[in-house]
Structures are given as C-alpha cells and as structure tokens.
C-alpha cells in the first residue's frame, strides 16, 4: 500500500478493523476500506476479488467492473479483481462539510448477475491549516462597557474535518481581554472576546490583540487574525433583544421576499444612542447573504434566493443589533430558521445493471437488470414505490439495499413467441401530491436450441418418371427452424439403417444444404415401381436436434418397351408362321391368332393389330383388339392357294412403337386337312397330357400362394391405419397368364389399369378372369362399382361362349375413364 504523508496505511489498519466491528450493522456496504485522501493514483485500495471470493479467472468473462455514476470515477478495478485509486482524491472537494466521508461503490459480475457494495471511507489528512475571513478586524467599544461584555468574534475556518479541524483558540496576553470559545456543533467553534477590565480612553485609545485559531492535527496548524480595539467616548446603554432566543420554520422554494421572523430589540437610550439597527453577524458567511437578507430598520428576515431543504435543512444565523451612537454599543443575538421539506423533487431512475440478452431457457427468478432509485425529498416525500407497467413475464423485487430493485423473470420465456420485450419502469413517490418518473428499458431474449426442424410436409410423395437422367436433382424435400443463427442452420441426410430401403436408399444422393435428391441410377418401372426411404435435417446447435420425414416415391411408366410377338414364331426366332386351312371353311372361320405382348401399362401396353400388308383384302380380316383373323367369305376355285399377311402390332402410348408378324395362309384340299387335323390331334393330346399334370401343380402352387398371401395382407391391413397413402397395389386375384393390372388412388378415388399379358399357348381375350374382383373403398362406401361383362370365345370353334364378370370401381357406367375402359373398348358392359 501507499503512504501519504507520515501515515503508514500499515497503522491504520487496526483502527479499521475497529471501526468495522462497530459500525457493521450501520452499514449498506458488504466490504469496507479505509484509505487517508491525496494518495498517488493507482495505489490499492483492496482485493475485492479475494475479500469476496471471487474465482479470478472468470473476472473478465463475467464483466467485473464499477458502476458510477460520476463522470470521472474515483477508483478503477484491474483484471484481478483489485480496486485501485483512479485520480487524486481530495476529502475537502469529494466531501465537503461531511463529518464521514464514505464513497459507496457497486460492483458487478454478469452470467450470473451479482452485485457486491463497497464502501470506501475517505480518512482526513490535516493538509489545510486555519484561516480568518480577515487577517485583521476592528473593534469599537465605549469606555463606559463594564465589565462582563461579551463581543463575537469571526471565527477561523479550516476544510479538514474531525479532528483536524479548528479544535482551539488563544488571545495574545493582555489585562483587559479573555477569549471564550462557543461550540456550535457542525458550525464549528465561536470565539467571543471577553471585557474583564474596563477601558480609559485616556490611558489608551487603541488595543490591538493577536487572535489564533489551532487544529487538532499531528503536528497542530495554526492561523492568526489581529483585532484592533478602538475606545469611544461614553454610550451608556446596548441593545437589549426582546426574545431570549428566535427560530422560524420556512418552507422550501419559498418566493423571493417572504418573510421569516423579525428581530426586535431595544435601547434604553434617547437620540442616537437609542436607534437600533440590524445587520447580520460577523460570522454570517456568504452563502447566507445570498439566501436571506435582513431589514436594517425593522428587523425583518426575508427570503433572497432559492432556499432548497436538499441543500440544507436548518440555517442558524448571527443577528447584530446596533445603536447609531458616536461610540455605537452592539448585541447578537443567533435565529434558527428551519426549513420544511417539499415534494419538489421527482425520482430518479438509474440502470446500475443490465444483461445483453437473457436465455429463453431462463428458470423463473433469473436477475435481469439492477436499478437504483433515489428521491433527494424526505420523509414520505423521499419514500419511493416502483413498478412495471407492461404485462410481461417479469416483475420488479426490492433488494437487501435500500432503494435498489432487481428486475427478474416471472415466467419462462420463449424467444419464438417473442424475442424481446420493451420495460416501462415506474416511480412514484409517497408525497401528498405525488411525483413520478419514468425509465423505458430493452431485454432482449437469446436464442436457445429448443426448436426441432419442422418439414414442410409429412410425408413427401413424389412421382418419378422412369428412365430419369442419372446425377441430375429429381425433387427436394424443405424444413424450418424456429430458432435462430446457428440453432436455425439446417443439414438434410439420408437415414442410416433405413430397414427394407437400404438398397434403393443406396442409389440416391442428397445436398445436405439444399435438400435436393439426384439419383445415381436411372429407374425402370417395370423392375420397380416405388420405393420409401427416409430423409433426416438436423440443425447446427449445441446439442443438435434432428427429425426425420418419410419420402414416397412412385415411378411413372414411360413407353419404353416395344411389342413383343408372342405368336408366330418361327425356329429361327423370327415372327413368322405357317398355317394351313381347308379349301372348304366357310365365311368366318378363325385362321389363326396373332399373340402379342407389351411390359408397359395403361395405354403404353394397350396394344393394336392391323394388317400391313395382304394378298386378297376380301379373304381375311383382323381383329384389331384380339389379334384373331378370319376369313371373310368361303374361297373359291380361282383363290390363289397361298396367302402372306404382313400384321403390324403397335401400343398406344404418346410415341408409339410396334413390332410386325407374317402369317403364310396356305389352302389345303379337305381330306389333306382332316389327316393334318388327325396327327396335330395326336401330338396334341400327347401334350395335353403332359400339360395337364403340369398346369395341376401349377394351380396348386398358385393357390396355396395366394392363400399365403391372403393371410398376410389381413395381418398387413390389422396393423395399419386404414388412412393409405396414394401409391400402386398389385391385383391380389391375378392369375399371371390373361392379363396384368395396378391399382393405385388419386384422391379420394381408386383406379385399376389393366393391360394384355399374353403367353404362350393361351388365347388372349381381354377380362378373362375366372371370377367376378370385387375392390372395396376401406375409406369410402359411396364409390360407384361397375360391373362389365366380357365374352370369351375358345380357340375351339364352337365351344359355348362363357361369360365373366369384373366389377370395377371408380368407373362411370356411361362414360369410364380411360384407365378402367381402354382394355375392354370392344365388349359392351352391362
């Protein structure tokens, strides 16, 4: 520590030690120091960090500083957590007429907020020695005073306090003089000369005393003033005060003239020597001339200037009554004027301490700001009462200290809700007619990552058109993020361990910024028709927070796949085919069937027949739906016995592709018929033998399959909400030789496309299922069912045409979509 002058801080410490243990519950401070005035700057005052105790490396990170209001701060604190002294601190000049000088210090930590009150006692240093308004003053007194009269002299004043202050007074030596000292309290001490030995004038016209005012300090200051005493002639009689002692009460701000009190005080003399007038006392200082003023003739106190109770509460003035004669006499006589305090002064507001942001997370009771009130009024009038006037999730609570309050949370906070809240702070004082003031606050509310990203819809479905060009983005999924800054960044994954999906999974990429999907494969829809995967955001706070969405993709057919001729075909594996007929068949008769397949669906698989190229036009015809071709009248003699045909098959997607077959029509005699007839009988037979032992095993596998399946697609549809996403259903009574169909839903509506699957072997007649498919709506009873009769005739002529029935849903009975009615256009529905 420092010294300053011959004081060691060293021997102080004791006498603080004591004067702590005395004062402590007197005290607002949590800690207090004691250092002498005019120390050198940056000489320490404490370590409020380890007298507190402080973890020192978190200082910095929580802001540990002063609050001050003074615009140049007595004391500093270092990184450390020491308080130091800023500038020079003069006593005189920071407390001027305080017995105590006590500089109260808050400091403050943040994150947490804390606050630490520290009181810094300024001790005196005697470094200002005694002075006299004057360094000489004149005295007039009558040689008739008698002994026992008492004049008032100017007392000396000294800034230092306590007890380096004006302790005494000494009057040079001389017979006919003492000193008396009166002692006004805080006024000081009031030295009064004493006659003890009545004055000759003729002995001698003039004394001249020597007047020294003595401190109390180590070593003692002193100050002198010298008083000349004139003699006068005989003036019998002084004035004599009515009162025995005056006092006024007056109110604060009081207009300029009000009157106080008046002074009356007489003289038994007659003339001049019986005139009295008033004047204010030699020890009246300046600050008292400006306030008051008193009438010379009438003794009447007035008011001067602005009288202010928060300057001064009371005011005790010297009052000098005078006569006018040649050797005037004079008394005093002190007033005390008392000042009435007013509710002048509004609170005041001040912010000592204010977090950036508060969490949202914040628990209830979490310390916001620190706010310091104070009304210079007193009594009620100085009693302050604070509020918020906002509905918020906050409220205001008085602190231990006096006029402090701690703005905290009252609820918990949510930032999404509302990111900051703007605080009216109100103060109102108790006074009868009560004052106000008010200070308007920001708390803004920090992020906190409590926010999981939300995608924009759950789930996605996407269609995808097959043959989709490879590493070019297909469809993006989007999210948000109610948070915010890093809380609110967003990354888009694929889902690890995806059950079932790794391997379709596998094939596609995601942009982790952008969401975008591209895939690394290019999709055919006749080896997969949709697949599911699942895509997870996840954000970049601290912890991250994740969801994941299911995405559904379904492929869309292309016509990408050409007819493929199922019959004719040749050993070479060409489409090219023989058949032989009697001469003698009548108009009608089926020649052969063209056998056609197409893997596409709906209209791309939906396939035409027409003849391209013929011998005679008038001999045969072809079905364009069936394939079938007949003659259309019995030949004749002059009928070439050959015939090529030359059939185009083609589908009906938007571009069309076909394929084409030759059928070679040779006409054979009957009798070379029949024996033809005889042995493709026998050949026939033999592997319908054959045949029908392997279609017995086949329907058997079938069945139980479809048993199988049954089973579980019940268990499937018990554990599943009957809500279904839109996506395609295999037919479940599908036999795998006439035809094949997709169900699939668009809206509130579902469709079944149908489309040729021929085989070798079979007659392909469109609707040729065994049974009548009956597709129930599980979410709507009201759908329409059609049902549709399709003829089929048997590749034996004559057989009984039998019929069938479909009954299909979502198809108008006048008017069916085109996906329902395209494989059936040429049969008529019931």
Not at 114 to 138: A, C, K, M, Q, R
Not at 574 to 585: C, D, F, K, Q, T
Request: some cysteine; glycine content about 6%.
């Amino acid at each position: 520590m420092a010294r300053a002058g011959n004081i060691k801080w060293s021997e102080l410490l004791p006498a603080l030690l004591v004067f702590l243990g005395l004062h402590l519950n007197f005290t607002l401070a949590q800690l207090r120091y004691a250092i002498p005035e005019e120390l050198t700057v940056g000489t320490i005052v404490g370590n409020i960090a380890k007298d507190v105790g402080l973890d020192r490396s978190a200082l910095e990170t929580r802001g540990f500083r002063i609050v001050s209001g003074s615009a140049v701060p007595l004391f500093e604190l270092n990184d450390n957590g020491v308080l130091t002294i800023h500038r020079k601190i003069d006593r005189e000049e920071v407390c001027a007429g305080v017995t105590n000088c006590i500089i109260n210090i808050k400091t403050v930590l943040e994150n947490p907020l804390e606050v630490h009150y520290v009181g810094v006692e300024i001790l005196d240093v005697n470094d200002h020695s005694p002075t006299f308004p004057d360094n000489e003053t004149h005295l007039e007194i009558s040689e008739s005073a008698l002994p026992g009269a008492r004049f008032q002299l100017q007392a000396a004043g000294d800034p230092d306090s306590g007890a380096n202050s004006v302790q005494n007074y000494k009057l040079s030596q001389n017979d006919h003089f003492r000193l008396e000292v009166k002692d006004r309290g805080d006024d000081g001490k009031i030295p009064i000369l004493y006659l003890q030995k009545p004055l000759d004038k003729e002995a001698a016209r003039h004394h001249i005393l020597r007047l020294t005012a003595v401190d109390g300090g180590k070593p003692a200051r002193s100050g002198t003033m010298t008083i000349v005493i004139n003699v006068l002639d005989t003036n019998d009689n002084m004035p004599v005060f009515v009162k025995e002692s005056y006092s006024a009460m007056l109110e604060e701000n009081s207009p300029v003239g009000t009157s106080v009190i008046q002074m009356n005080a007489t003289d038994l003399d007659d003339g001049l020597n019986g005139e009295v007038v008033y004047s204010f006392g030699n020890n009246v200082n300046n600050k008292i001339h400006k306030l008051f003023e008193i009438d010379a003739n009438t003794g009447v106190i007035t008011v001067k200037g602005l009288i202010d109770f928060e300057g001064k509460d009371k005011y005790e003035i010297d009052i000098k009554a005078s006569d006018k004669g040649l050797a005037p006499l004079a008394t005093e006589k002190s007033v005390m004027i008392t000042i009435v305090d007013l509710n002048d002064n509004a609170p005041e507001i001040e912010v000592t301490s204010l977090s950036n942001a508060v969490p949202e997370d914040s628990k209830p009771g979490r310390t916001v700001a620190l706010l310091s009130v104070t009304d210079r009024d007193s009594g009620v009038n100085g009693k302050v009462i604070c509020s918020i006037t906002e509905d918020a999730p906050f409220t205001l609570t008085p602190s231990s200290q006096e006029n402090m309050y701690s703005i905290i949370t009252k609820s918990v906070l949510d930032r999404e809700r509302q990111s900051s809240y703007t605080l009216t702070i109100v103060a109102k004082d108790a006074g009868e007619t009560p004052l106000s003031s008010q200070l308007t606050i920001g708390v803004k509310v920090s992020d906190v990552n409590d926010n999981s990203p939300k995608f924009s819809s759950n789930p996605f479905t996407f269609y995808l058109a097959e043959n989709n060009a490879v590493g070019v983005p297909l469809f993006s999924v989007s999210a948000h993020d109610s948070d915010e800054g890093e809380n609110a960044v967003l990354s888009f994954s694929m889902a690890k361990n995806d059950n079932g999906n790794t391997k379709i999974a596998s094939f596609l990429s995601i942009n982790s910024e952008t969401g975008e999907i591209s895939a690394l494969k290019s999709f055919d829809f006749e080896s997969v028709k949709t697949f599911q995967f699942h895509v997870v955001a996840t954000d970049s706070g601290s912890p991250p927070l994740s969801s994941n969405v299911t995405v559904n993709v379904f492929i869309l057919d292309q016509n990408d796949n050409a007819p493929v001729i199922l019959y004719p075909v040749s050993s070479n594996g060409s489409a090219e085919g023989v058949e032989e007929i009697p001469r003698n068949v009548n108009a009608g008769h089926l020649v052969t069937k063209v056998r056609a397949y197409d893997a596409d669906i709906g209209y791309n698989g939906w396939l035409l027949f027409s003849l391209q190229q013929v011998t005679d036009h008038s001999l045969f015809a072809l079905d364009r739906y069936t394939g079938q071709i007949r003659t259309l009248r019995s030949f004749t003699e002059t009928d070439e016995a050959e015939h090529k045909l030359l059939i185009l098959v083609k589908d009906n997607g938007n571009v069309s592709l076909s394929a084409t077959a030759t059928v070679i029509v040779k006409l054979v005699e009957p009798k070379e018929a029949f024996a033809a007839s005889d042995v493709q009988s026998a050949a026939a037979e033999d592997e319908d033998s054959h045949v029908t032992f392997y279609l017995i095993i086949t329907l058997g596998s079938v069945s139980l399959l479809f048993l199988i399946s049954i089973i579980v697609l019940i268990a499937m549809q018990c554990s599943k909400s009957t809500d279904y996403t839109s996506k395609y259903l295999p037919e479940p009574n599908y036999d795998g030789t006439l035809c094949h169909s997709i169900q699939y839903r668009s809206g509130d509506k579902r469709y079944m496309l149908v489309g040729p699957r021929m085989s070798v072997g079979s007659t392909i007649v469109p609707g040729s299922h065994a049974n009548t498919l009956v597709l129930p709506d599980r979410r709507k009873t009201s759908d329409e069912q059609v049902t549709f009769l399709w003829r089929r005739k048997s590749s034996a002529e004559g057989e009984k045409q039998k019929e069938e029935r479909i009954s299909l849903e979502g198809c108008s009975r006048t008017s069916p979509p085109p996906m329902c009615s395209h494989a059936h256009e040429p049969y008529t529905p019931f």
